[in-house]
């Protein structure tokens, strides 16, 4: 039977060789989940669009952090399982958001455009999991460069098509119901220069927010939760509003939208009044 000496010299050598050997095995620390930091839903933007195959775009999004310190990652776009390019971003806590960006050239056909947050670390050095470490899929189907070519073409087949009807109108109709036309005609073209006014004038107010938000620091202009979400809303401003100026600035475009809307009107109607 062991002597109790022989037991406290093995228990004191067990010591010693637990401490020499403790510092080589360094604690590992668990990956904790993140929730209040990640991508914003839906946080994928171009720097311009629509866009057709052949032509450079800048691919953005925002990555927001809701947290008590500092978060760091990779951005990687993505067009389906194709890799675009990657970004660096460093989040200051608080509510605050960094801006990510990728170039990218345009190719014809049907992508789908994501971004992934990768390598994520808060505090500079502590690996955690986000839950929002993806964000929404962008579905963008690019024609070709010709497509705007073919677009011309084709508004010119219906510009000459409708100073046909007009000079037929005026030939076979009454002069009373000719100059009603006219005048009706005068107020649409009236309503429609007010309107490319005023798109115009909203598209440039969004352009001067996106502007001011480019030049400020986001660290400084930013800390609130409530405003990490606005740059986005400004670029999804500065998009409707473009394409509200186009829709006004042509007139085929403005009245073929207008013969839409008309037409669903009175389909309406007469589901409601007659059937």
Not at 19 to 46: D, K, R
Not at 121 to 145: D, I, P, Q, W, Y
Not at 161 to 181: C, D, H, T, W
């Amino acid at each position: 039977m062991p002597s109790l000496r022989f037991i406290f010299m093995a228990a004191r050598a067990l010591l010693i060789l637990f401490l020499v050997l403790f510092p080589l095995f360094p604690p590992v620390q668990a990956e904790t989940t993140v929730e209040n930091a990640g991508f914003a839903p839906q946080s994928i933007w171009y720097s311009k669009d629509p866009f057709f195959a052949g032509e450079r775009v800048t691919i953005h999004t925002i990555v927001v952090n809701s947290g008590s310190v500092e978060l760091s990652g990779t951005v990687e776009f993505y067009d389906g399982e194709t890799l675009l390019g990657r970004a660096s971003v460093t989040v200051p806590p608080g509510g605050s958001f960094a801006e990510a960006s990728v170039p990218w050239k345009v190719t014809e056909g049907r992508h789908t455009i994501f971004a992934l947050l990768k390598d994520v670390k808060v505090g500079g050095n502590v690996s955690v999991a986000l839950e929002n470490s993806r964000t929404g899929e962008s579905e963008k189907f690019v024609a070709a460069a010709k497509a705007a070519a073919a677009t011309s073409t084709a508004l010119g087949y219906v510009e000459e098509k409708l100073a046909a009807a007009k000079s037929y109108a005026e030939e076979k109709l009454p002069a009373p119901v000719v100059e009603a036309g006219n005048a009706a005609a005068a107020k649409l073209e009236a309503a429609r220069a007010t309107g490319q006014s005023w798109a115009d004038a909203e598209n440039e107010k969004a352009k001067e927010i996106i502007r001011e938000m480019n030049e400020a620091k986001p660290s400084a202009a930013y800390t609130t939760g409530s405003t990490a979400l606005k740059k986005p809303f400004a670029y999804a401003r500065e998009f409707f509003t473009s394409l509200l100026g186009s829709v006004f600035a042509n007139a085929y475009i403005f009245y073929g939208v207008l013969l839409i809307l008309l037409f669903f009107v009175l389909r309406f109607v007469k589901r409601i009044f007659f059937f």
